[in-house]
């Protein structure tokens, strides 16, 4: 049988941060210190879609929320700025949404652009 040792006097570890244990206090109320000890800091990833790039930003609010950004770059093109798209609880959802809005963006770009071009050509040409 194994005895469980008494670690009391260590300071337990959340993460890669300390925790600060507060006496007198429920584990509630010791648990949103230690979310608020943690260091947030922004995500970012990026992606190629359809000649588009992707750069996708979960970057952390004053509510202990990620927001999506993104920015869409087209070679050639001035670069469209999406900057808090929605909120979420994990910067991994923040940087999917951010990623999946920017590929739904492209696409009805792209369909926007190519309805425009046919309706050019639908155009009768003047002699």
């Avoid at 979420?88 to 792209?110: P, S």
Wanted: aromatic share 8%; proline share 5%; net charge positive.
């Amino acid at each position: 049988m194994d005895i469980q040792m008494n670690r009391s006097k260590e300071t337990p570890m959340f993460g890669a941060t300390r925790v600060i244990s507060i006496t007198g206090q429920s584990a509630g109320e010791r648990r949103t210190v230690a979310a608020h000890s943690r260091r947030v800091e922004p995500l970012d990833c990026c992606a190629e879609h359809e000649g588009y790039r992707l750069n996708a930003l979960a970057r952390p609010t004053t509510d202990e929320l990620y927001a999506a950004d993104l920015v869409i770059v087209r070679p050639g093109f001035a670069s469209r700025h999406f900057r808090a798209l929605d909120q979420f609880y994990d910067a991994t959802q923040a940087l999917r949404y951010a990623m999946r809005w920017g590929r739904i963006w492209v696409d009805h770009e792209l369909e926007k652009n190519a309805r425009n071009v046919s309706r050019m050509e639908d155009f009768p040409r003047q002699p």
